[in-house]
C-alpha cells in the first residue's frame, strides 16, 4: 500500500510570513521518510470541514509547483482539480508544465467541482451539475489528446480548440496519470473506468458497493479493472507519542483487504513534522506489502 500526504490547511503556527518555509521544510520531510504522494486541494476559498473560508488558502497549481522544487520522488497531484476553473486546454498545458519541470512526476486528479461558494465569490464558472460532467469528459478528451500529440481541432459541446498543440510533451509516457475523484455510482466512477488510471473514494460502510460498481463500468467499458488504481482519502493522527500507531495500521490493513492501494491522507499537527518521521518510521513500511500494486 502507497501512502500520501494531502496538505489542506496553510493555516501555519507562524503566520502567511513563514508560510512558504513552513511548507518547504513539511515536503521535505514527507518526500525523504518514504510518502508517494503530495497532493493539495483545488480550492480558493478553505472548505467548512476544515475550517472558516477566510483561512489561508493557496492556489494548488502554483503550489505544486513550490512542492515539485522542494522533493525529488513524490508524485504531485491535486485532490482534485475543479473541471470548470481552468480552461481544458490551459489544463493540459499546466500539467505537462508540472510534468517536466519535476521529471515527470505529475498527475492530474480531477472532478466536476462542487464548491459553489468559492466560485460565486470569485467569479468562476459554476454550470448546473449536468453539465459539470459533460465538461469534465470533453476536458478528459483534450487532455489526452494534447498528451498524445494529436494536434487536430477538437470541437465539442462546450470547448472547441483550433489547434491543441503541446509542446513539450509531457515526460511521464504515455502522459501524466489521471486520477479522478469522487463516488458518483452512474457518471463519475463510468468516466474512471473509461479513462482514468486511478480513482479516489472515501473510506465508509459504502466503499464495497463503490468498488463493485467499478467493476461492472470496466466490464461494460472493456476495461481490466486491476489495471485502475484505488485509493481513498484518509486522516492520520498518530498521537504526540505515536501512540495510534497500531489502529492506524489496523484500518489501512482493513482498507487493504477491501482492495484499496493508496491512501492519501492529511496528518494532524502536520507542521511540527515529528508525526511524519513517525509514519515514515512505523507506518509506511510496514504496510509496503499490502494490496500490492503489479
Not at 62 to 80: D, I, N, P, Y
Not at 93 to 117: F, H, M, N, P
Not at 156 to 180: F, M
Amino acid at each position: 500500500m502507497r501512502i500520501g500526504l494531502q496538505l489542506p490547511d496553510f493555516t501555519s503556527p507562524h503566520g502567511s510570513g513563514r508560510l512558504g518555509e513552513d511548507l518547504a521544510e513539511v515536503v521535505r520531510v514527507a518526500d525523504t521518510v518514504g510518502f508517494d504522494y503530495l497532493a493539495v486541494m483545488d480550492h480558493f476559498f478553505q472548505i467548512a470541514m476544515v475550517g472558516p473560508a477566510e483561512n489561508e488558502m493557496l492556489e494548488a497549481y502554483t503550489t505544486l509547483g513550490f512542492l515539485a522544487a522542494h522533493s525529488r520522488r513524490a508524485k504531485l497531484l491535486t485532490l482534485v482539480t475543479g473541471t470548470v476553473y481552468r480552461a481544458p486546454g490551459a489544463l493540459a498545458k499546466i500539467v505537462t508544465t508540472l510534468d517536466v519541470l519535476s521529471g515527470g512526476r505529475a498527475w492530474l486528479g480531477i472532478g466536476a467541482a462542487w464548491y459553489e461558494q468559492e466560485a460565486v465569490g470569485l467569479g468562476l464558472p459554476f454550470p448546473p451539475l449536468a453539465e459539470r460532467f459533460e465538461r469534465l469528459e470533453e476536458t478528459l478528451q483534450i487532455c489526452l489528446r494534447m498528451w498524445s500529440g494529436d494536434e487536430s481541432p477538437f470541437s465539442g459541446r462546450y470547448y472547441q480548440l483550433a489547434r491543441p498543440l503541446n509542446s513539450p510533451r509531457p515526460l511521464t509516457r504515455p502522459h501524466p496519470p489521471i486520477l479522478i475523484g469522487g463516488g458518483g455510482e452512474r457518471k463519475t466512477l463510468r468516466l474512471v473506468a473509461r479513462y482514468a488510471q486511478a480513482c479516489n473514494l472515501f473510506p465508509g460502510p459504502d466503499l464495497a458497493r463503490k468498488l463493485q460498481v467499478l467493476r461492472e463500468h470496466c466490464e461494460r467499458e472493456g476495461r481490466n479493472y486491476d489495471d485502475i488504481l484505488k485509493t481513498v482519502v484518509f486522516s492520520f493522527d498518530v498521537g504526540p507519542r505515536g501512540e495510534n500507531v497500531a489502529r492506524i495500521l489496523d484500518e489501512l490493513n482493513d482498507l487493504a483487504e477491501l482492495g484499496v492501494q493508496a491512501v492519501l491522507g492529511g496528518v494532524r499537527d502536520v507542521w511540527h513534522v515529528e508525526p511524519l518521521h513517525i509514519l515514515g518510521e512505523e507506518v509506511i513500511p510496514r504496510v509496503a506489502g499490502l494490496a500490492e500494486i503489479s
